[in-house]
Each structure stands twice: as C-alpha cells, then as structure tokens.
C-alpha cells in the first residue's frame, strides 16, 4: 500500500499568491521526512529533513511542517523561479537506508 | 566539484541488449542507490549499497543488476530481462553522519528503440 501521498497533484499560481503542497504518510514511527525539489529531467535536490512532530523548517519562500500523520510545505510570495514538482520522502521505519517517495506536486508560478 | 556523475545522459537501447550506465560520487559516501522513475510516479529503488562488496535488492530489482566494487563507483546494468525499461534513471548516495539526507545525480534517459 502507498505509504507517501502529495496532493494536489499540480498546482498553478501567479506570482506572490501563496499556497501550501500535501504530504500525508501512514509509517508508523517516523524516522525522517524529506522534502526534494526536481526541474525537468534534472536529479531531485534536497530541500528539507524534518524528524518530528511541530518541526519546522524554512529555506527562501519555503517553509515546511510537520505533524503526526502529515507534512505541508509553504510556499510564500512564489516566484517564476520555484517552478518545479516538489517531491516527499520518508524514511523506512526498519532500514535507515530506504525512502519512500511520493508521486510528487508540480508547480507553476506564472508571472 | 564535489557531486556524483552519472553518464551517459541518454542511452537508447536495441531490445535484447544490455547497457550499463555508470555512477560516481566523489563525495565519500558509504551509501549508493539506483533508483528508477516514470512519469506521474514516485521514484522506485532498484537496488542499494551499504559497503564496498555488498549490495540489496530495493522494490523492483528484477531485470537489473549492480556491482560495487570500488566505493566511489556504482554502475547499474539493464538486462533484456527487463520488460519495460525505458525510464528516467537515478544514482543516489548518502553518508550515515549527514542523516541520511540522500544526495542525487542529474540522472539517465534510457529508451528502447
């Protein structure tokens, strides 16, 4: 069964009109969340680790939250530039080693 | 530049061959991953290596095999056993003491002609 799910599945803004991407998972005893961002055939850069409940975390326009059962990253006053498709991850409770990913959100900022 | 190469950047494929595409980190990761992704779906693992000399399957192995000789290299062979290969391919790799926040390569397009 899917353990990550982002939602919406695309997103269209206009410049400086904030908004929030989904990422809600069923792991039992988190271990670590990630937040990637990806461009267009380009490798997922690393934005964000939360590791617990009411954790936040900002980088720029972004900023990312944690709660029990789901994670939210903000993006405020977005720009042309902050187009991409953001991607979840969480880290498997029983190997450090494995992330599971998200289908991703994809974002449009239009100017 | 510190960072992890993967090559080639596109690579089509005759069915019933195999290709290798090839991974480098110089970042002295332990870790390493080949992990494989289609459009409108999460990125899927096809296989990891912990150690030099030692590597796990992931979810979709079949098809694929991986060798890990040198820690600074992971190359990721697609066999003709492999159904539907062409994808969007990407090298990973981690060091335990970052938090295993997992690091990524641009990537390889592979397509069957």
């Known amino acids: 069964e899917d353990q990550v799910t982002q939602s919406p599945e695309a997103l269209r803004l206009q410049e400086g009109e904030s908004s929030s991407l989904n990422c809600s998972y069923t792991?039992?005893?988190?271990?670590?969340l990630f937040w990637y961002r990806q461009d267009p055939g380009k490798g997922p850069e690393f934005l964000f680790t939360l590791y617990s409940a009411g954790e936040e975390k900002e980088k720029e326009r972004l900023k990312a939250t944690l709660t029990k059962k789901e994670s939210f990253l903000h993006i405020t006053a977005p720009k042309p530039e902050d187009s991409a498709t953001y991607l979840c991850?969480?880290?498997?409770?029983?190997?450090?080693?494995?992330?599971?990913f998200g289908a991703g959100t994809t974002v449009t900022v239009r100017a | 530049d510190g960072g992890i190469t993967q090559s080639p950047k596109y690579l089509f494929r005759k069915e019933g061959q195999n290709v290798t595409l090839s991974c480098e980190q110089n970042?002295?990761?332990?870790?390493m991953y080949w992990y494989r992704q289609d459009p409108g779906q999460g990125l899927r693992l096809i296989y990891y290596?912990?150690?030099?000399?030692?590597?796990q399957k992931g979810d979709i192995a079949e098809g694929y095999s991986v060798s890990r000789e040198k820690k600074e290299s992971f190359p990721l062979t697609v066999t003709s056993a492999q159904k539907n290969p062409t994808a969007f391919y990407l090298c990973?790799?981690?060091?335990?003491?970052?938090?295993?926040?997992?690091?990524f390569g641009e990537g390889s397009w592979l397509t069957v002609v």
């Open positions: 792991v039992s005893g988190l271990r670590g």
């Open positions: 990973a790799s981690t060091q335990a003491s970052s938090g295993n926040t997992i690091y």
């Open positions: 290596s912990q150690i030099v000399n030692d590597f």
């Open positions: 970042l002295n990761h332990d870790a």
């Open positions: 991850a969480v880290q498997d409770p029983s190997n450090d080693y494995k992330l599971s």
